[in-house]
């Protein structure tokens, strides 16, 4: 019988994808955070789960990321 799936928030779905999309890009988070507009103590805040997001500032970010939104959202 398998497993099931832990249950993951939007709030967590974006801290993990922004953080892994950012690396994978090789930038640092004051460099994304230049890109999109935005602080960098509010996209720490954001990596870590701890901020909520708006879909504009969700907006500014997968554009300086070069990504769809939808990556952004994406679950494990």
Known sequence: MSQPTKYQ???ER???NVTRWRKERG???L???KDAGLSRTFLSRVENGVETVSLDHL???AIA???DIVEL???E
């Open 65 to 67: 990321l070069q990504v």
């Open 14 to 16: 974006v801290a993990r």
């Open 27 to 29: 930038v640092s988070q």
């Open 31 to 33: 460099s994304l955070s």
């Open 73 to 75: 959202l994406k679950p």
């Open 59 to 61: 907006e500014k970010l």
């Open 9 to 11: 928030s939007a709030r």
